[in-house]
């Protein structure tokens, strides 16, 4: 048999490395790939899922780039602290997120932002809007039309933070809300690996979990009075913006994403047929949109 030599390292498959960092006490698990001398992409991940949702995008992009995909505490296969010694709020995880690129020597980074992603990131962004190289938006919220029915049991939770309200909550942690997320408004189903939900759900599962769910449940309504903030960053700085949406998506649906349009009127737009986790339907259409963007934009 004949071997084969691959001489041209452009050619070679990147390497996707699994480590972890204690930040603020808390053990945070991170993927990272990529020469340490190229532009950085922080992917922030949403719920209920990890840096797991990124495994098939960070080789995609770790040819030319520093890719770092991080877990939150609680997710993953981060620390998931004691809800009596931890606050489990977006700013905590923006601190966190903040800590590990400092240790990281990251000063400047394009991010991608999903789900609980946005929120984190446009922290970082108010507080370090001088790093921010550019901006990819799947399903990430940051204005008002964005929370629709969906939202409409939590937004009664936010009104009185009692515990009926709460206990009604628990059923977006259950095994069929899990799979749906990852189901619903997916063009080919053939297309979803079932791996995600059944990994997902027995981190949801574990003894403590669902309660710091609920937790952030109640503290993303601290995330609508950033949004005048995080809008006004957007008018004054201008971060290149490449948005890839799934917009059949019903968690956040693309009501939320249009208005992107009014604050960055160069934005690169475009509704991805799919829904909420929509890297798992149509990576072949968003891989070539977020590389060229890259390559254009940050590189």
């Given at each position: 048999?004949?071997?084969?030599q ?6 070679a ?5 699994y ?12 993927r990272?790939a990529?020469s ?5 992409v ?8 990890s ?15 520093h ?5 939150y ?7 998931m ?8 709020t ?5 601190q ?6 400092d ?10 932002v ?21 901006l990819?938006?799947?399903?990430g ?13 939590i937004?009664?939770?936010?009104s ?5 309200h ?12 899990t799979?749906?997320q ?26 403590g ?15 609508l ?6 809008q ?18 019903k ?18 737009f475009h ?7 929509a890297?798992?339907d ?11 963007f ?6």
């Amino acid at each position: 048999m004949k071997v084969v030599q691959v001489t041209d390292m452009s050619l070679a498959y990147p390497v996707t490395y699994y480590r972890t960092k204690t930040v603020d006490g808390i053990n945070i698990f991170y993927r990272e790939a990529g020469s340490k001398d190229a532009p950085v992409v922080l992917l922030l991940h949403g719920f209920p899922t990890s840096s797991h949702m990124f495994r098939n995008l960070i080789p995609a992009l770790a040819d030319r780039y520093h890719v770092i995909a991080l877990d939150y505490p609680g997710y993953g296969q981060s620390d998931m602290p004691d809800r009596a010694k931890f606050a489990y709020t977006f700013d905590s995880f923006a601190q966190l997120v903040d800590g590990l690129l400092d240790q990281l020597g990251v000063a400047r980074y394009a991010m991608y932002v999903m789900d609980y992603g946005a929120p984190v990131g446009w922290r970082l962004a108010l507080k370090h809007p001088e790093r921010i190289s550019g901006l990819i938006v799947q399903n990430g919220n940051a204005y008002d039309e964005g929370l629709k029915e969906f939202w409409d049991p939590i937004k009664a939770y936010w009104s009185d933070h009692s515990e009926a309200h709460r206990k009604a909550l628990y059923g977006l942690v259950a095994p069929e809300t899990t799979k749906f997320q990852y189901t619903d408004g997916m063009s080919d189903l053939s297309r979803i690996a079932p791996d995600n939900w059944v990994q997902d759900q027995a981190l949801l599962d574990r003894p403590g979990n669902a309660e710091i769910q609920m937790d952030l449940f109640y503290d993303y309504r601290t995330n609508l009075p950033l949004y005048p903030k995080v809008q006004a960053y957007f008018r004054k700085h201008q971060p290149p913006t490449l948005i890839v949406w799934g917009k059949n998506d019903k968690i956040f649906p693309a009501d939320g994403a249009h208005p992107y349009k009014r604050d960055l009127p160069k934005v690169e737009f475009h509704l991805i047929d799919s829904g909420h986790f929509a890297l798992e339907d149509k990576a072949d259409e968003m891989v070539p949109l977020i590389r060229d963007f890259l390559e254009r934009k940050i590189a």
